[in-house]
């Protein structure tokens, strides 16, 4: 079992920039952030092992988000630059196999939500 804790998330002007943590309570293989609009289906951020031999940022936010994780401390970030009203979701940390699908993610965090305002 893997318990995460996410925090970080807000409201913030386009342009602007903010920090999300996700805290595990013990290593999966892999970290991922989802996120999901209303009325959309829930896709994948980011995604990166604790090893750190592998990443992956969704076309939509390359260049702009980036995923790191702190072994010392369990903690994986989404670190979000040059933010835009479409970015606008609820955001979630996931643990488990790498992969891009949340089928791969067997456990959740509650989620953060993140309101980007033009």
């Known amino acids: 079992q893997v318990q995460l804790v996410e925090s970080g998330g807000g409201l913030v002007q386009a342009g602007g920039s903010l920090r999300l943590s996700c805290a595990a309570s013990?290593?999966?293989?892999?970290m991922a952030w989802f996120r999901q609009a209303p009325g959309k289906e829930r896709e994948i951020v980011g995604a990166?092992?604790?090893?750190?031999?592998?990443?992956y940022d969704a076309d939509s936010v390359k260049g702009r988000f980036t995923i790191s994780r702190d072994n010392a401390k369990n903690t994986v970030y989404l670190q979000m630059n040059s933010l835009k009203p479409e970015d606008t979701a609820v955001y979630y940390c996931?643990?488990?196999?790498?992969?891009?699908?949340?089928?791969?993610?067997?456990?959740w965090g509650q989620g953060t939500q993140v309101t980007v305002s033009s």
């Open positions: 996931a643990a488990g196999q790498w992969g891009l699908d949340s089928s791969k993610y067997h456990y």
């Open positions: 013990r290593r999966a293989f892999a």
């Open positions: 990166i092992t604790w090893s750190g031999d592998r990443t």
